[in-house]
């Protein structure tokens, strides 16, 4: 093993980054994780499947199971046990994202109507406590108990963090610092928790478990910021839903924290006067994409995006190169450059 630094580089030394290597690396194991998801979201209650199956096969990348099936490949694991673990971390995910396009009043996820509008909020609140339910069948299956308590504590953690950043709506005076918690908690704990459990079934030791929920956490933060100064940089086409949802929502990330925290006395009236949800038009949307790119909150962002990428590869670097690892870091890379 080395202690080597694993470089992250930017898109313009190696051309654009993308999936693809992670992608190939795991499509054989993803085949069968797919299989597994299709089958276990079946139920004898027909709009069961069909609201599962309206987010499912909605076109996600499926980040968190291939960090599983990656996180596998990584360390030589040769069995196929956490290919029903995959699994199960894509229901826990699938399961938030319901939940939380009805907490937020969603239209869109993945560029099309999001399942609360078409099949209304009671039903997509049952069907992700539903699709809980079945993650937590294929975990009792594994018959690990230290698998089932880092899934299970990885969900608990991902139901705070969405409660503190409800707390924290429309509360102009969020910390940089409140948000990086919400978001290790929303987003990172599952990205941490989805690679941590491929060591586990491999019965690797704690340094390697350890080095895979660095390489997840990081990755996972890096995604969320990324995510966070999309709502502000990219079309709705290409992002898969409406422009500027976390501004209309009055959600605190850290484009308009730092646009507020750089601005003047009349901006930060601005920022206060739409965060607190007073009615916000387009007109206002528009000036809060011209402060936060005047301040260069977005570009502030992306960089500290790429701190926490560059520690995800670091953490990798305690295995050998292989192809494994370069696609991991490639993933990395992508998840900093992507516009979607």
Same mark, same amino acid.
Not at 15 to 20: H, I
Not at 79 to 99: D, S, W
Not at 174 to 200: D, M, N, P, Q, W
């Given at each position: ?27 054989? !194991? ?9 089958? #276990? ?20 990348? #499926? ?30 995910? $699938? ?27 009671? =039903? $997509? ?13 294929? /975990? +009792? ?7 089932? %308590? ?5 969900? @608990? ?29 929303? $987003? ?5 928790? @989805?690679?941590?459990? !491929?060591? +586990? ?35 709705? !086409?290409? /992002? ?10 009055? %959600? ?56 926490? =990428? ?16 370069? =696609? /991991? ?5 992508? =998840? ?5």
């Amino acid at each position: 093993m080395t202690s080597n630094v694993v470089p992250l580089k930017r898109g313009s030394e190696q051309g654009r980054p993308s999936l693809a290597p992670i992608l190939s690396l795991t499509a054989t !194991a993803m085949n069968s994780v797919n299989q597994v998801i299709l089958d #276990r979201m079946q139920s004898e209650i027909p709009l069961i499947p069909a609201l599962a199956g309206h987010l499912i096969s909605g076109g996600g990348k #499926r980040m968190r199971p291939m960090l599983t099936i990656a996180g596998a490949e990584v360390i030589g694991y040769q069995g196929t046990r956490h290919h029903k673990l995959a699994a199960a971390v894509e229901f826990i995910h $699938t399961a938030t994202l319901l939940h939380d396009d009805v907490v937020d009043g969603s239209e869109t996820r993945r560029g099309k109507e999001a399942a609360n509008i078409v099949y209304g909020n009671p =039903a $997509t609140v049952l069907v992700g406590d539903f699709l809980f339910s079945r993650a937590f069948e294929l /975990m +009792v299956e594994d018959g690990s108990l230290k698998v089932l %308590k880092i899934l299970s504590s990885a969900s @608990a953690i991902i139901a705070q963090g969405e409660v503190d950043q409800l707390v924290s709506q429309r509360k102009i005076e969020t910390s940089e610092e409140r948000y990086l918690h919400i978001i290790g908690a929303k $987003t990172a704990a599952l990205f941490a928790a @989805a690679s941590r459990i !491929a060591a +586990v079934v491999a019965e690797r030791d704690e340094t390697e478990e350890k080095a895979l929920d660095d390489y997840g956490r990081n990755l996972g933060i890096a995604f969320q910021l990324v995510d966070d100064a999309i709502d502000y940089d990219s079309d709705a !086409a290409e /992002m898969g839903k409406d422009r500027g949802d976390d501004f209309r929502e009055g %959600k605190m990330t850290l484009p308009v924290i730092l646009a507020y925290a750089r601005g003047s006395d009349a901006e930060r009236r601005f920022w206060q006067d739409c965060i607190a949800g007073f009615t916000i038009s387009d007109a206002d949307l528009a000036e809060a994409v011209t402060l936060i790119n005047m301040h260069n909150a977005v570009a502030d962002t992306r960089e500290r995006a790429r701190h926490y =990428a560059q520690r995800a590869c670091d953490a990798l670097a305690i295995f050998p190169d292989s192809e494994a690892r370069r =696609a /991991m870091v490639e993933a990395a890379q992508f =998840a900093v450059t992507r516009g979607y």
